[in-house]
């Protein structure tokens, strides 16, 4: 056991950032089985709402230090490859997966570009040589 204060309380510090870090990792367990529950139904905008929440719950806690991101990314990966199915399978996805297209935007025209008048910058200055130093007096050997 350690005798330090500052040792104590570091595992008293670190009890509670197990807990917290354990709940937190449950809690992206339960946000996956969401996903994948959603996946079995018919209905597209709730895997998809459900998708988002565990991907920005997932970047959460790699952000928080949580998880590494390479198992967020392979757990993301997982989960969309498993809801993209879903959604393709899905009666009501092609009404979610793909929006009407919007209006094209009107572009508005450009003002006549303004000619270019003479470069007021001053010319950069010339820069000196730097000073050779002088070699350091060899010691006589005795």
């Known amino acids: 056991m350690a005798n330090k204060k500052s040792s104590l309380k570091d595992i008293r510090r670190i009890a509670k950032r197990t807990v917290r870090n354990r709940e937190m990792r449950s809690s992206l367990k339960t946000y996956i089985k969401k996903v994948r529950q959603a996946s ?4 597209a905008t709730g895997i998809s709402t459900k ?16 998880i590494h991101k390479n198992q967020a990314a392979r757990r993301k990966s997982r989960i969309a490859k498993v809801a993209a199915a879903a959604l393709k399978a899905s009666p009501t996805a092609e ?3 793909a929006p009407a297209p919007a ?3 009107a572009v508005a025209a450009k ?3 303004k000619k270019a008048s003479a470069p007021t910058a001053k010319p950069a200055a010339e820069k000196k040589p730097a000073a050779k130093k002088a070699p350091a007096p060899k010691k006589a050997k005795e």
């Not at 079995?40 to 209905?43: A, C, I, L």
């Not at 719950?57 to 949580?66: F, K």
């Open 103 to 105: 209006a094209p935007k």
């Open 111 to 113: 003002a006549p570009a």
């Open 51 to 66: 998708l988002v929440d565990a991907v920005s719950q997932l970047d959460r806690a790699v952000q928080r230090g949580i």
């Open 95 to 97: 009404a979610v997966a």
């Open 40 to 43: 079995g139904t018919s209905d």
